[in-house]
């Protein structure tokens, strides 16, 4: 059995990097939490949060010995302990005794452990010492830090304290007013906030509609041909955006099945950028949208579009709107909108994604595969294949079976046939079939290049990316052989749409077989880009 490190040699290896002590050295660890170096006392606070983080008992050990420790020792242990989110009712009943010594720094320490508890089983017990130690009139730093527990913990029993202090110490009125803010967010969770997707807007917005790179076209087809509502509908100058002008129902807009989500745009404000987005979201365009499809309270979150989380912005910006429209609430994790923030120069732009708008167009999703296509790609492949009511389809990769689910819900065809080497995606592929509630799916095991359903008139397929299959070289030889198997098994006249990820290889190896190429473009599945190629067979 392992010795325990004598102090001199647990003071030495505490300042190497990435040290992580063992259960043995936890007694001498603590002992170093109070050492006169400084930097020998942040190093060990390092440790322990390392041990903590690996799963060993560090909670227990310093609590034990917190009492014997200095103050500066006690600070680090609690903010070890802090790190942790102990829940159980013992542990919080030590911070709080913590709370009550005389120190200042171990005092803000301990509320500062104490707010990250809000799970604790000791929750009542915390919140009565934190408005206990309001009460005796503390001073700043320990009333801030205070105040920003009692909206973390959600302590109701604070509002009234916190603003009594809304006139006074700025910072302090900052926190104060964050957490009301927070306070009347838990306040109103469970009242009804929705969208009311099938109520018709009787007024022109102008829209924001998503979808990955490269399918812009098929968005623009598919919104002009399903939705009356659409006035006009372009391409934007972003990509993977198309804008529209139009007045209806949103609901109608979850026909189209090639479109990832929407957004109302408002009109485009200049200037410091939280008066400029209070400006955008208190003008008529936007209580119009807001009144027309919310049911119940407002729920809001703040989104920086390529910006991070901006914290410090977002609640200036949360403050500003609780005075202009204190009928909203600002909920992060319940939100009912998305205000989305763009920013170009002084320019900016804010748009209203309504986050709980019901979609029901992809429940049969139910399993998955790696790299399985989303369904909206899925969809395009589908538009791209250009469906006939007599269709034989196979899908020879067919992992989930969303593509051939998509096709069936495209129109009418004689058959969809499935295939796949793994009995894994095969599970899945059953899986979702079921999910949507049809029985016309054969799914049959077998190697692409070699099996061979008859009739075939279309070919519809996400192919193995470089993702999904071995790096040693064998994708380009699959491609290629399934390439020369597809021209075989399509009748005449049939038609094939695929993503390929070795576009140009790809494409000549059809022609070189015969078919012709009729499409190719890029399509972004998230992090790279492949090919969307169609190809016909020609007649005899």
């Not at 400084?38 to 917190?66: C, H, K, T, Y």
């Not at 089983?121 to 700043?140: N, V």
């Not at 250009?386 to 065809?413: K, Q």
């Amino acid at each position: 059995m392992a010795k325990q490190r004598d102090s001199g040699t647990l003071r030495e290896v505490v300042r190497e990097p990435g040290f992580t002590p063992a259960m043995r050295d936890l007694g001498g660890l603590v002992a170093l939490l109070d050492d006169s170096d400084e930097e020998v006392g942040e190093a060990a606070e390092r440790a322990f949060a390392r041990a903590a983080s690996g799963g060993g008992a560090v909670v227990p050990s310093l609590l034990e010995r917190l009492d014997g420790l200095s103050a500066s020792a006690q600070v680090r242990a609690l903010r070890v302990i802090g790190g942790q989110k102990p829940t159980d009712a013992a542990t919080a009943r030590r911070i709080i005794g913590a709370l009550e010594r005389s120190d200042a720094r171990v005092q803000r320490a301990a509320v500062h452990v104490l707010g990250r508890l809000d799970e604790s089983d000791g929750a009542s017990e915390i919140a009565s010492a934190l408005l206990a130690s309001w009460d005796t009139i503390p001073e700043l730093p320990l009333a801030r830090a205070l105040a920003e527990a009692f909206g973390k913990l959600g302590v109701v029993d604070a509002r009234a304290r916190l603003e009594q202090v809304l006139e006074g110490d700025p910072e302090l009125a900052r926190i104060a007013r964050k957490a009301l803010t927070m306070l009347e967010r838990d306040a109103t969770r469970g009242t009804e906030s929705s969208i009311r997707g099938e109520a018709y807007g009787d007024f022109d917005v102008d829209l924001v509609l998503f979808c990955r790179q490269g399918l812009e076209s098929f968005v623009i087809e598919e919104v002009l041909e399903r939705c009356a509502s659409a006035r006009s509908v372009r391409p934007s100058a972003h990509a993977g955006q198309i804008t529209a002008l139009w007045r209806g129902a949103p609901a109608d807009l979850l026909s189209v099945r090639t479109l990832l989500g929407v957004a109302f745009a408002l009109p485009a404000e200049r200037g410091d950028v939280v008066p400029a987005c209070v400006r955008a979201l208190t003008a008529p365009t936007s209580r119009r949208v807001l009144e027309a499809w919310t049911t119940g309270v407002v729920r809001y979150r703040i989104d920086w579009e390529g910006r991070g989380h901006r914290r410090g912005a977002t609640w200036q910006l949360v403050d500003a709107l609780r005075a202009a429209a204190p009928e909203w609430i600002n909920d992060p994790t319940d939100s009912t909108w998305e205000l989305s923030i763009a920013t170009d120069g002084d320019e900016v732009r804010v748009s209203l994604v309504p986050r709980k708008l019901k979609d029901e167009r992809f429940l049969y999703r139910v399993r998955d595969v790696p790299a399985a296509s989303h369904p909206t790609i899925a969809a395009a492949l589908v538009r791209a294949s250009r469906p006939e009511p007599g269709d034989v389809v196979w899908d020879p990769f067919v992992g989930s079976a969303t593509e051939l689910i998509e096709r069936a819900i495209a129109g009418p065809h004689v058959r969809l046939i499935g295939s796949d080497s793994s009995e894994e995606a095969l599970a899945a592929a059953r899986a979702n079939v079921a999910a949507w509630g049809k029985t016309e799916v054969a799914l049959e095991l077998g190697d692409a290049t070699v099996h061979a359903p008859s009739g075939v008139t279309t070919i519809v397929t996400n192919p193995p990316m470089g993702r999904r299959v071995a790096r040693d070289g064998s994708l380009a030889a699959l491609l290629d052989a399934f390439t020369d198997h597809a021209a075989q098994v399509l009748v005449p006249g049939g038609r094939l749409a695929w993503l390929s990820p070795l576009g140009a290889r790809t494409a000549a190896r059809a022609e070189a077989a015969s078919l012709r190429v009729t499409r190719r473009q890029p399509v972004d599945l998230g992090g790279f880009t492949t090919e969307l190629q169609v190809w016909e067979k020609g007649a005899r």
